[in-house]
């Protein structure tokens, strides 16, 4: 875990509204790799109208890994097997014998590079597994991990019931209901387009582009969908009337809670409907910022972000909102964070953070710094928790209680932490180490084990965690 560099600063208490970037946007091309040891997406590159990425970067997520360059030469060893490539060449050397690539390797600055397509070819070599590439989409499957989905009509609903649990992005508009997969690697059914005998939810279609699924779910009326069985289960419906309208939600992204359906806009004079949010949740680092690297296959930024998704989850079961401010591999400032996440005016803050040392759970509360509260028309930025510490202790304490009720080590503290102290709200950090191994990081069991804990915590504490 690796906390920002303590600063001080005051701003004008509006300047705390500015919006911030949560999620990510198709952009730049990308490669997504979904493995059983590890899923992950890297950036794609073009080289002579050929798409290319960097092998060492997929390579270190499957093993210990060792590249030696000289002049035009590059050599990496994976699992006690050595590939050697020459610059510009297609012929490239497995131990004794030669092997061609569909276009040439490149090397820059020490790193080796090949194209997407060949990786079907290098991969089953080091992993000595099938490798499955979706070219188009590029989403490459390592092994079998693929995560499949069956659709059915309930009544007014939608049923999809998946094979493993998913967490998607959710968006609306008129007549649709879009669900983006980015980390599952979820397969279509058979045929991308899917028909029901129902005049509110006729078709749904499965799509895929630049790494991620995504399913589209036509419907005659606004539609909202609701996670069950552990999120193996998404109920598709017609949006409950008088909803608030999804444009007066705070600006934090919400596509993974339930969308909010349109509503008939308001009298000039009644005051327009906010839509409450209990908790927000952060899975620290991301993007550019790995965190810790908790192993050669496992960055910290993947395992908060798979422990948040899975909070979230646990919250919505017990009927709190929550969101999330990141749900892809995006960077966000401390100062982001905590400018969305008092923006959202939401209950609790939960940020979440991975380490290799020591074992059990830590649940941290912000210490301020020495100058005390804040007065006056300025707000200091680094004591803006000044007044919520007792409902921040409350939701650390109830976390604590049931972490250590499931049988886990747990240990509540206070650090002068970012983003802590800039927030308005209830806020707590949450640090897993492992139960014996690194390995644990990664068992959905116990990242299972700790969302149901905090989840089940800040239920406990629902009604000390504000003012009355």
Not at 124 to 145: A, E, K, Y
Not at 190 to 216: C, H, Q, W
Not at 284 to 300: I, K, R, T, V, W
């Amino acid at each position: 875990m690796h906390w920002s560099r303590y600063r001080l600063r005051l701003c004008v208490c509006i300047c705390l509204v500015i919006s911030a970037p949560i999620s990510g946007s198709s952009g730049p091309k990308q490669l997504t790799i979904f493995s059983d040891a590890a899923s992950f997406s890297l950036p794609v590159r073009e080289q002579g109208g050929r798409e290319y990425v960097d092998l060492m970067e997929i390579l270190r997520r499957f093993g210990r890994t060792d590249t030696r360059s000289d002049h035009d030469r590059w050599r990496v060893t994976l699992n006690n097997l050595t590939v050697e490539f020459k610059n510009g060449k297609t012929r490239f050397k497995v131990g004794k014998s030669d092997a061609d690539l569909s276009a040439p390797f490149y090397l820059e600055n020490g790193m080796g590079y090949v194209t997407v397509d060949s990786l079907t070819t290098l991969l089953p070599l080091f992993l000595q597994t099938q490798v499955t590439l979706h070219q188009n989409s590029r989403r490459l499957f390592v092994g079998n991990p693929a995560v499949h989905f069956t659709a059915q009509t309930s009544g007014t609903a939608l049923v999809l019931n998946f094979s493993s649990a998913v967490n998607p992005s959710i968006s609306t508009e008129p007549g649709k209901l879009r669900m983006s997969f980015s980390r599952e690697p979820l397969v279509a059914p058979g045929t991308e387009r899917l028909s029901f005998d129902s005049k509110v939810i006729p078709s749904a279609v499965y799509s895929e582009e630049n790494g991620t699924a995504a399913i589209t779910v036509n419907g005659s009326a606004p539609l909202f969908a609701r996670f069950s069985n552990d999120g193996r289960t998404i109920n598709i419906s017609p949006a409950p009337q008088g909803a608030a309208q999804a444009a007066s939600t705070p600006t934090i992204n919400q596509g993974n809670a339930p969308a909010a359906p349109p509503q008939a806009p308001a009298p000039a004079s009644s005051p327009i409907p906010f839509v409450p949010v209990f908790a927000v949740i952060d899975p620290a680092h991301g993007g550019d910022d790995q965190g810790e690297q908790l192993s050669p296959q496992l960055a910290e930024k993947d395992v908060t972000l798979a422990i948040a998704t899975r909070i979230r989850q646990e919250l919505q079961a017990r009927g709190m909102t929550a969101v999330l401010l990141r749900s892809s591999d995006i960077t966000l400032a401390a100062d982001q964070r905590a400018s969305a996440a008092n923006r959202s005016q939401a209950t609790v803050y939960i940020a979440v953070h991975a380490v290799s040392l020591g074992s059990g759970v830590r649940v941290y509360t912000s210490l301020l710094p020495a100058s005390g509260d804040s007065r006056g028309p300025f707000l200091d930025w680094q004591t803006a928790q000044s007044g919520y510490r007792t409902f921040s202790q409350a939701a650390a304490e109830s976390v604590a209680a049931e972490v250590s009720r499931r049988q886990m080590k747990s240990r509540t503290l206070v650090a002068p932490l970012q983003p802590l102290n800039n927030l308005e709200m209830a806020s707590v950090a949450v640090e897993l180490a492992p139960r014996s191994t690194i390995a644990d990081l990664n068992s959905p069991n116990y990242q299972q084990t700790l969302a149901e804990s905090v989840a089940a915590g800040l239920a406990a504490a629902h009604d000390r965690l504000r003012k009355p």
